[in-house]
């Protein structure tokens, strides 16, 4: 399945998934301080299972869309 992106802002966030509005906030003023029009809903890439991984090593993959 393919899934097409448009431009976006993207982090890796590892650890605790509710920490992940940090990184939000981060990526957020990324785009700030870039001058973009920006979602504040994501799309997450859930690297690893959350059931038999422990909580420090969870790694996710986020985006939001962005425009000029």
């Known amino acids: 399945r393919t899934y097409e992106e448009e431009q976006c802002v993207q982090a890796f966030h590892r650890g605790d998934y509710n920490e992940m509005n940090e990184t939000l906030e981060k990526?957020?003023?990324f785009a700030k301080d870039?001058?973009?029009k920006?979602?504040?809903y994501t799309h997450d890439?859930?690297?690893?299972?959350?059931?038999k991984t422990q909580v420090q090593n969870l790694k996710t993959i986020m985006r939001i869309k962005v425009e000029p």
């Open 38 to 40: 920006y979602e504040q």
């Open 45 to 51: 890439i859930y690297l690893n299972d959350s059931r």
């Open 34 to 36: 870039k001058h973009l």
């Open 27 to 29: 990526m957020i003023q």
